[in-house]
């Protein structure tokens, strides 16, 4: 195994422990929001490992450090650690880094379609489009479901903009 594997799979398998001892406290204490969260993070984190395998995909290894990254940012320190109410902009930077991942992603996924299908010809302007084009309308879709679970399941993932 590479180096970079080796700290790849480290930097995963740290997440999937830390997130595991805070979903089993959460139980403990009858936390059920952060075990739901850590559920959820723990399912995503196998997703680019089941990308791979089901689809014969591999994504650079940037794509899954990013992928870590964001749900350490989102999950640990915004939900956990209360960073959406303290710091007025987080949800901004999760929103962009978001934006970001999923560039790349179809990016990735765009640029393999490419490899497989060697008669596909596309301009660098048209990656560049759809790539920018999937991560608005994955924006969007994120933007509904936040509001659809704010109307009808009570949460509060849509809160006003803090006054200063």
Request: glycine share 4%; aromatic share 18%.
């Amino acid at each position: 195994m590479k180096r970079k594997d080796k700290i790849r799979v480290g930097m995963y398998l740290s997440y999937m422990v830390f997130i595991t001892i805070i979903g089993v406290a959460s139980y403990f204490v009858n936390n059920l929001l952060d075990l739901a969260l850590s559920v959820i993070a723990l399912i995503l984190i196998f997703s680019p490992v089941l990308i791979r395998k089901d689809f014969s995909a591999n994504f650079p290894s940037l794509i899954d450090t990013l992928i870590l990254v964001y749900l350490f940012l989102g999950t640990y320190l915004g939900s956990f650690k209360s960073f959406f109410e303290r710091i007025w902009w987080w949800d901004i930077l999760l929103h962009l880094l978001m934006g970001v991942n999923i560039a790349l992603i179809s990016f990735s996924v765009i640029y393999r379609l490419k490899e497989v299908k060697s008669h596909v010809q596309l301009s660098p302007f048209m990656v560049a489009f759809f790539s920018f084009a999937i991560s608005m309308a994955a924006g969007g879709i994120w933007e509904i479901v936040e509001y659809v679970l704010d109307t009808f399941f009570g949460f509060e993932l849509q809160k006003p903009p803090r006054i200063r």
